[in-house]
């Protein structure tokens, strides 16, 4: 069982940038889906980014263009980088894993990213 653990949030203006980081430990996660989810106050959990093993990857509507999703396998680490942020952006920040042959998926505790002047 992967454990999760997500760095990196904070304040930031809008059109600025912020890089999350998701360390993975307790397994081998370069096997794992991972991806990002975000949930800002009163709406629900958002789909934002996912990276397959093989480096596939798909991003919502709403950040392609803006966001990149990256992984180390070495350093077991999956990255979200987040340029010209505005303040829509502004949720907390949960990654995910789940292995390829699985429904079930993992959760980080959540990073909190707030984009306002």
């Known amino acids: 069982q992967v454990q999760l653990v997500e760095s990196g949030g904070g304040l930031v203006q809008p059109g600025g940038s912020l890089r999350l980081s998701c360390a993975v430990s307790g397994s081998d996660g370069s096997t794992y889906v991972m991806g990002w989810y975000r949930q800002a106050p009163g709406k629900q959990r958002e789909m934002v980014a996912t990276?397959?093993?093989?480096?596939?990857?798909d991003y919502a509507d709403s950040v392609k263009g803006r966001f990149t999703i990256s992984r180390d396998s070495a350093k077991n680490t999956v990255y979200l980088q987040m340029n010209s942020l505005k303040p829509e952006d502004t949720a907390v920040y949960y990654c995910?894993?789940?292995?390829?042959?699985?429904?079930?998926?993992?959760w980080g505790p959540g990073t909190q990213v707030t984009v306002s002047s």
């Open positions: 995910y894993a789940r292995r390829p042959t699985s429904l079930l998926l993992t």
């Open positions: 990276i397959t093993s093989g480096g596939i990857t």
